[in-house]
């Protein structure tokens, strides 16, 4: 079992930032790849960004590219989004995800965070 711990959301001004931070628990977070999904209400969950085991390839959503940024640290169990230039359009319910898979799709996620709510306002 991995348990995941996501904080650092909240309420920000189009045009701002925020870093969104992810601890884990429980099985070897170095074992897995990790990455952000989100949800806007009445929209399905997308992916947003990974990264893999060692931290030297990432992948990003098209609409998130050149303003987000995924990183990890292994020795701290820690993976986080530093998000730029914020779009309202980036309001939804972000997750923290771990999978042995890249790259990630919702259906091969092996566990999830509880989520954090990310609202830019315009």
């Known amino acids: 079992q991995v348990q995941l711990v996501e904080s650092g959301g909240g309420l920000v001004q189009a045009g701002g930032s925020l870093r969104l931070s992810c601890t884990a628990s429980g099985r070897a977070f170095s074992a897995f790849a990790m990455g952000w999904f989100r949800q806007a209400p009445g929209k399905e969950r997308e992916f947003v960004t990974a990264?893999?085991?060692?931290?030297?390839?990432?992948y990003y959503a098209d609409s998130v590219k050149g303003r987000f940024t995924i990183s990890r640290v292994n020795a701290r169990n820690t993976v986080s989004l530093q998000m730029n230039s914020l779009k309202s359009e980036d309001t939804a319910v972000y997750y923290c995800?771990?999978?042995?898979?890249?790259?990630?799709?919702?259906?091969?996620?092996?566990?999830w965070g509880q989520g954090t709510q990310v609202t830019v306002s315009s």
């Open positions: 990264i893999n085991i060692l931290g030297g390839r990432t």
């Open positions: 995800a771990v999978s042995r898979i890249l790259p990630m799709t919702s259906p091969q996620i092996d566990y």
